[in-house]
Structures are given as C-alpha cells and as structure tokens.
C-alpha cells in the first residue's frame, strides 16, 4: 500500500519540501515595537521541530501602520530584520525545515487591540494607536476612526515597502515569501466592493472602480516578484 499523499515530497516553485504538511503563518500578538521576541525563538523553535514540510512565519507587516495591533510582528526598519534574523538563527541551529515568511498590510483593519482583548480598533487618544490608511475613508466598523485614503504617492510608498521587506526576507535566508491579500487586509480591500462607497457601487462605473484597484494589488505583486529572489 503506497503512503498517503500528505506524507509524500511536492515542489512550490523550486522549493522541495519532504511532505506536503505546511503550518500555516499564525499571529502570536507577541512583539515589541514590531520584533519577534524570545517567545517567538521557543514558538518557532518547537514548529520547526514537528516533522512539516514547511514552517510559515507569522504575517509580518511591511510598514508600522501595517500591524493589526500594537503586539504585531514587522520587517519594514533594521530593528525589525535583526530582531527576525535572531529568531531565525536560532531556529537553523537545529532544524533543517524550510522556512517562510508572510507580508501584510492590514490597511483599515490595523492598529487594534489583541483578540483576547476583545480585538476592536483602539480610540484615538489610546498612546499605542495610529492612524490607519486604505482605499478609501470608509472604516471598517461604524465607531472606527475612519483611515487615510491612499492617494498615488501613497500606493507608490506601499508598493515600496512590500518589495523592500522582500529584500529583507531575503537577506534573512528565508526559502519563500508569501504575499497576505486576504481576509479583509489592505491588498485584499484593493479588491473588493465591501467598503467601496456607493456611489461608485453602480454597474455603470464598477468596471473603472476594478481597475483602480489593481493600481495597487497588481504592482504589489509585480515588485513583490521582481524582488523576491
């Protein structure tokens, strides 16, 4: 009788993995100032050591306004890459698994409590919060602080820092990177009607509301790829 196919070797890309079991990049709210810390070298440390393919490091945010909240992990400044480069040491001391990281912009979604906390978006006068940014002024829950709307300087320093945390993923030996455009975060709010005002909800004009969008979330992934060894 063959193994089952879960315990069987597959490719991503050029990447061998020796199964097809991956954890999957789980927020660990664990951070300071946006650096991994020790808890995260004992998290990891014992991921790396449970037989997977592959080991995906928590979503890491590419700028500080990126963070979901406070506690969140981050690769956008030196502090941050060498705080992760220790984590990652640590980790290639004793395993060989693959690892990868995640990027992420929350967008609208940041700069919130942790979900023990009851998750929702810090009040403005709280010292650990900030200004938020998205596509358009919408909040993403009625008493949130409404975010920045991004304007084209502003797309432009976020395509930036996504490719400028690939370099740094990079640097830190890291076998893969994956991109975060889901869940409601900022690439994935690029590309949904869910908070686009209604004005421009008409099917007459859905068509350019779609193109706008990808003014962000298609260059995201072209510099992203570009830079991304």
Known sequence: MSDPALFTPTRIGAL????????????????EDGCLTDWHVMHYGQLAMS??????????????????SWADAGLYDDATETAMARVVEAVRQWSTMPLALQLAHAGRKASCAQPWKG???????????????????LP????????????A?????????????????????????????????????????CRTPATIAMAAVWKTACACRLKCSAPCALRFRQTAP
């Open 140 to 151: 993403f829950a009625a008493d949130d602080r409404p975010p920045l709307a991004l304007d």
């Open 153 to 193: 300087e502003g797309l432009k320093r976020l395509v930036g820092d996504f490719a400028e945390a690939a370099r740094r993923a990079a640097r830190l030996g890291f076998d893969a990177v994956e991109l975060h455009a889901a869940h409601g975060y900022l690439l994935h709010q690029f590309l949904s009607r």
């Open 16 to 31: 061998e993995l020796e199964n097809r079991i991956v954890i999957a990049p789980m927020c660990q709210y664990s951070a």
């Open 119 to 137: 998750g929702q978006q810090l009040p403005g006068d709280d010292p650990r919060s900030w200004q938020t940014v998205a596509p358009s002024a």
């Open 51 to 68: 037989g997977a393919g592959l080991l995906i490091f928590e979503a890491a945010a590419v700028a500080p306004e990126g963070r979901i």
